[in-house]
């Protein structure tokens, strides 16, 4: 499985890296939104990974579908 973890804090992306690699899955990198959907154009992905809040763009507003009342 390809997965993309988008998260700003690189401590929380290498060890959610360390965890899917050891699984056998291939992990991709991004630190924040807008290198994450640069990837999303190159890279076919399975499954993304994403912090809620960072920065630039938030996890919530970048997910495709229906939002949480907040």
Request: glycine share 8%.
């Amino acid at each position: 499985m390809r997965i993309l973890i988008i998260d700003d804090q690189e401590i929380v992306r290498r060890t959610l890296q360390r965890y899917i690699e050891q699984r056998g899955d291939t992990a991709y990198l991004a630190e924040h939104g807008r290198a994450g959907f640069e990837l999303l154009e190159k890279q076919p992905i399975d499954l993304i990974l994403s912090d809620v809040r960072m920065p630039d763009i938030d996890g919530i507003s970048s997910a495709p579908g229906p939002r949480p009342p907040f």
